[in-house]
């Protein structure tokens, strides 16, 4: 894959090293999204049956990106809202404690405390290694050897937040299943730049934020729940997720039967005229280009910066553990983060700090110009 910056508005004066943080908008979905502004102003073009056929049309798309059906998929506002979801309709008696790794993201935190409170079980926390060596590996093992039949869940990400530590989702899925446990992934950091099929991990949900790598607006969250949690109640009782909401004439005849599949846990106004079509235009574009592509290209672009500021004293995370897309550097002692700070918006250079590292995040709009420029403030501060 060529770069693909002509996509996008970025100026060329700024290096954008952080779609962790939130991606740059296609030109395509900026698009999409005034033109379901504009559409307010001729309301009588939206027609009834749009509520539904775009919403269908995202959960198709989305569905592809993941190997799902399209009926296996929700339209939720917030990766919070999907996790109190799943806390509302598992079996609280399968087990007595919740798996998560350590400095986790809250929003895979907060909806387990307060189920934890209300029935009686524990947050277990599976903290990284202290030592550097083979951490992802490691961590990865203290993971697997937590599982056990007191587990109720496991919530963990694909990919760490702060640094891209890579979780084995696979065996991790594996382990789960002897014990018949939940399964959780937060997919926000990774799902379309990172290959997943649901097929394969099994989760009983996949909740991804649409902001970050999947190229969409904010707001906008999707989700994946399997068989067991697909005829659960949702956390609120919309019309347009009630059986036979196609036909508005009828909709004061009160049905409690939902729509099909996971279509239940649709938040309200869920057919948004604006951002679902900017979702939609997002993910087309990114199924075009293949998450595997967009590992790849990440990885090459990086190359230099890896292998080259090991000799610096920096501290990065082995391939195998990590994603191509989103790793953590950590930085010699004797450099502090205020004095990178410094030297980073003196270049117009865009990255995050986050937890010990410096969390590098690339995508298929950056070039060899933006690594290099993060490769020679990262060396000279070094020397």
């Known amino acids: 894959m060529d770069c693909q910056k002509h996509l996008f508005s970025l100026p060329s004066d700024h290096h954008y090293i952080n779609c962790s943080y939130l991606s740059p908008l296609l ?38 990106l993941i190997n799902a059906e399209q009926q296996d998929i929700t339209i939720m506002p917030a990766v919070s809202y999907g996790m109190a979801t799943v806390a509302k309709n598992i ?26 409170k209300q029935h009686d079980c524990r947050i277990e926390v599976v903290e990284s290694p202290k030592s550097f060596d083979e951490r992802g590996k490691k961590w990865n093992e203290r993971i697997l050897d937590a599982i056990d039949r007191d587990t109720l869940m496991v ?58 790598w999947l190229m969409g607006p904010y707001a906008m969250t999707l989700g994946y729940f399997g068989p067991r949690l697909q005829s659960g109640i949702p956390l609120e009782e919309g019309w347009i997720v009630r059986e036979g909401s196609e036909d508005f004439s009828s909709l004061v005849d009160y049905v409690d039967t939902y729509q099909p599949g996971a279509q239940r846990f649709d938040m309200g106004e869920r057919s948004n005229f604006v951002l679902v079509p900017m979702m939609i235009a997002a993910l087309k574009q990114i199924l075009q280009w293949t998450p595997e592509a967009i590992q790849q290209y990440c990885q090459n672009l990086s190359s230099d910066l890896v292998h080259q500021l090991p000799e610096y004293g920096y501290q990065i995370e082995d391939p195998e553990w990590r994603g191509q897309h989103m790793f953590g550097i950590r930085m010699p002692d004797r450099i502090t983060i205020s004095t990178l700070q410094q030297k980073l918006d003196e270049r117009n250079i865009h990255v995050s700090v986050r937890g010990s590292a410096v969390r590098i995040a690339p995508n298929v709009y950056n070039d060899e110009r933006d690594m290099q420029a993060l490769l020679e403030v990262l060396t000279s501060l070094a020397n």
């Open 27 to 64: 030109k395509k979905v900026e698009e999409a999204g005034i033109k379901g502004i504009r559409s307010k102003n001729r309301p009588w073009e939206t027609t009834p049956d749009q509520f539904f056929t775009q919403s269908n049309t995202l959960r198709s798309v989305f569905a592809k």
């Open 91 to 116: 079996d609280p008696s399968k087990g007595s404690k919740i798996l998560v790794t350590g400095e986790q993201f809250p929003s895979n935190i907060y909806a387990w405390r307060r189920f934890c």
């Open 155 to 212: 919530a963990i990400a694909n990919v760490h937040w702060t640094d891209g530590t890579l979780f084995d989702l696979k065996e991790i899925s594996r382990k789960v299943a002897e014990y018949d446990s939940y399964f959780v992934i937060d997919g926000t950091q990774s799902v379309g730049a990172l290959p997943i099929d649901v097929e394969e991990i099994k989760p009983d949900a996949l909740i991804c934020a649409g902001y970050k």
